[in-house]
């Protein structure tokens, strides 16, 4: 099993930046793939951005493209999400995601999330 802990939210004036962490426990060796994901009040979960193991991305949804980045260390058991130039509309609880090895990333695990709050 793995759980997954997210850290890094708060609130930021438009145009900030923040770094989500998502820390990973547990069998690690078995996650295939991680990814964010995020959902605002009243809209349905959106994907930002998924990373496998051996780093290859998936393209970010043009929300997001060009000032959010997605990352991982190994060594760390951490998922990282850099966001830049914040805006209001990125308001949203953002969540991170496992997959399991063989399922691609096709996530079972999923963490509480972290609230990010732009005005």
């Known amino acids: 099993h793995v759980q997954l802990v997210e850290s890094g939210g708060g609130s930021v004036r438009a145009g900030g930046s923040l770094r989500l962490s998502c820390a990973a426990s547990g069998i690690t060796n078995s996650i295939a793939c991680m990814g964010w994901f995020r959902q605002a009040p009243g809209n349905e979960r959106e994907g930002v951005s998924w990373i496998n193991r051996l780093g290859d991305v998936t393209d970010y949804p043009s929300s997001v493209k060009g000032r959010f980045t997605i990352s991982q260390d190994h060594d760390k058991n951490t998922l990282y999400l850099q966001m830049n130039s914040l805006k209001p509309e990125d308001t949203a609880m953002y969540t991170c995601?496992?997959?399991?090895?063989?399922?691609?990333?096709?996530?079972?695990?999923w963490g509480q999330g972290t609230q990010v709050t732009v005005s």
């Open positions: 995601a496992a997959s399991r090895v063989g399922a691609g990333c096709s996530f079972s695990y």
